[in-house]
C-alpha cells in the first residue's frame, strides 16, 4: 500500500513567522501536488513539481520536490492569517501514474 | 470551459439502505475520474479511479463500487450503507499526471 505521510499534522503560529510542512513517502512520484482547501469545498491547486531537486516559488510560498522523487516541502515565509487552512500534497505514482494519492494533511492556523 | 457537476450536495440515509453519488464533467473529452472520501479536516482517501469507459480501479472495495458507463460520468455506489460510509465525499478529474485534479463540490454523506 502506497503511503504518503504528511506533517505536522496541526500548526498553529503567529503572524509573520516561517513553517514548513513536509510530505514523504517511499514511493517514487511522476510528479507532486500541493493543494489548499477551504471546508466545504473541494481542493484548489496551488502548484505542481514534476523534475527531481525542482523548486517553485508562488509569492510567499516555496515548494520543493525531493531530487529521488519521494519527497516534497511546503514553506512558507511571513504567515499571514490569509494563509490559514487545509493543505494537501497529493502525488501521482510512477508505477501507475493515473493513480493519485493524498497526503493526510496539515490544518495551519496563522494568528493575528 | 471544463465544469464538473455532482450531487447531491447532502444525504442522510439510514443503515442498510443504497447508495448512488453521480458525478459529470463537461467539455472535456476521455479524462481520468476519481472518487476519494475525506474525513473532517484530514486527507482525501482515493476510493476508485478510471482512465476510461467501463474500466475501474479499486482501492478500498469494501461495500462500495463505482461504474463509468460514459465518458464523462462516474458513479459511487453501496447496496448497505454502514455507520463507517459516512464523510465528505469527493469526484474529480484530470487529463493527466501532470495536469492539475479539478473537483466537484462534494456531498456530505451522514449515515444514522
Known amino acids: 500500500t502506497q503511503l504518503l505521510e504528511q506533517s505536522p499534522q496541526f500548526l498553529s503560529i503567529q503572524e509573520g513567522e516561517n513553517l514548513t510542512v513536509y510530505c514523504n513517502s517511499s514511493?517514487?512520484?511522476?510528479?507532486l501536488q500541493w493543494y489548499r482547501q477551504e471546508p466545504g469545498e473541494g481542493p484548489v491547486l496551488l502548484v505542481t513539481?514534476?523534475?527531481?531537486?525542482e523548486v517553485k516559488k508562488l509569492k510567499r510560498l516555496t515548494f520543493q520536490f525531493g531530487d529521488a522523487r519521494k519527497d516534497s516541502s511546503l514553506h512558507i515565509t511571513a504567515a499571514q492569517p490569509g494563509d490559514t487552512g487545509l493543505y494537501l500534497c497529493?502525488?501521482?505514482?510512477?508505477?501507475?501514474?493515473?493513480?493519485?494519492?493524498f497526503g493526510s494533511g496539515t490544518r495551519l492556523s496563522i494568528r493575528p | 470551459s471544463q465544469t464538473i457537476h455532482q450531487w447531491p450536495a447532502t444525504l442522510v440515509q439510514p443503515v442498510g439502505s443504497p447508495l448512488s453519488l453521480e458525478c459529470t464533467v463537461e467539455?472535456?473529452?476521455?479524462?481520468?475520474l476519481y472518487w476519494y472520501r475525506q474525513a473532517a479536516g484530514r486527507g482525501l482517501q482515493l476510493l476508485f479511479y478510471?482512465?476510461?469507459?467501463?474500466?475501474i480501479s479499486s482501492e478500498v472495495p469494501q461495500n462500495l463500487s463505482a461504474s463509468r458507463p460514459q465518458d464523462r460520468q462516474f458513479i459511487l455506489s453501496s447496496k448497505k450503507l454502514l455507520l463507517s460510509d459516512s464523510g465528505f465525499y469527493l469526484c474529480?478529474?484530470?487529463?493527466?499526471?501532470?495536469?492539475?485534479?479539478?473537483f466537484g463540490n462534494g456531498t456530505r454523506l451522514t449515515v444514522t
Open positions: 474529480a478529474w484530470t487529463t493527466g499526471w501532470n495536469s492539475p485534479l479539478h
Open positions: 514511493s517514487v512520484f511522476s510528479s
Open positions: 513539481v514534476v523534475t527531481g531537486g
Open positions: 497529493a502525488g501521482a505514482l510512477y508505477s501507475s501514474a493515473s493513480k493519485i494519492i
Open positions: 467539455g472535456t473529452s476521455n479524462p481520468n
Open positions: 478510471s482512465v476510461g469507459i467501463g474500466q
